[in-house]
């Protein structure tokens, strides 16, 4: 049976959440968004209108997820009292307070998720080690984990370029994950080196292996966000596709590698982005996914800019590490450990199943980001 003290801290976080949210602020925001959506000419410029709809959906979404929390604190509120009157069993007090505080550090968690990327979908770029087969064995079944994590958030997963390894395993995989609520926000902590250790199943000495993988996150941007890109910089080659397809896929060159020459804006100094597609048999379809692929790579190249500065300004700050060995997935001590925040389990199999989000909350609380706008 939960305690006086655990319902007060139900009831004052829940008010805190009114605050931090500014539900009123929004209430009113709601209600004057939505009036746009009624002007006669609303849907005359399909694009904005779409912009429109989904502001309001956003704003929707804010004040209805915070008025779950406050039925589930007044519910536990009621509960705890009629049990006292013996009303209701100590078994239904605590299933209550179990919902109102996942339903509390579920918005507490979005809350963390400011910037104006974190909603966004985002492309999860995973690369194999040194290390030959054993690496690339390790790059598959990180591919899987993450696939696994999106099947259960409610996202889709389409694979965009796929390079087989040499024996077993992947040399490297580009997802796009699309169509769940902030992919990018919480699959940004994935940013990093992973590193396991096992008795590798490839040596025929039994020996204890070490191997690592790097994954990439970057925000997959849509129509409605605004990214150059310099035609002069941009050149293009066709390849035949390999892999599922049939026939057609070998004879036809629908596969497409686009090459960019980046400039950094701060040094001045040039690197090529190349980017490969092989989604679908048509080459436009293609062509217009690896330029998606190579704007997402753009923006995310200027956000992290913005971020880098923004810590500098904000001293004291923990600054994020982009390019780091983040992780280790033990396999025979049975341990996974983030070396950014310390967070471990003994659940290894969960989590190469797709269990990660213990590790992805640690990083969001750890690591807050703030909206700079």
Known sequence: MITQDQLKDVLDRAESLHRYLNIDQKMVEFEEEQLRTQAPDFWEDVKRAQAQMKKVKDIEKWIKGYNEVRQAADELQLAFDFFHDEMVTEEEVDADYQRAISLIEDLELKNMLRQKEDPMDCVLKINSGAGGTESQDWAQMLMRMYMRWAEAHGHKVTISNLQDGDEAGIKSVTMEIEGGEYAYGFLKSENGVHRLVRVSPFNAQGKRMTSFASVFVTPLVDDTIEVYV??????????????????????????????????????????????????????PKNKEKALLLLKSQLYDRAMKKRLEAQAKIEAGKKKIEWGSQIRSYVFDDRRVKDHRTNYQTADVDGVMDGKIDGFIKAYLMEFPTTDEE
């Open 230 to 283: 310099d035609p002069a910089k941009l050149s293009w080659d066709t390849f035949r596709s390999s892999g599922a397809g049939g026939q057609n896929v070998n004879k036809v060159e629908s596969g497409v590698r686009l090459r960019y020459w980046y400039t950094d804006p701060d040094t001045g100094e040039e690197e090529e982005i190349l980017i490969e597609n092989t989604e679908t048999r048509d080459q």
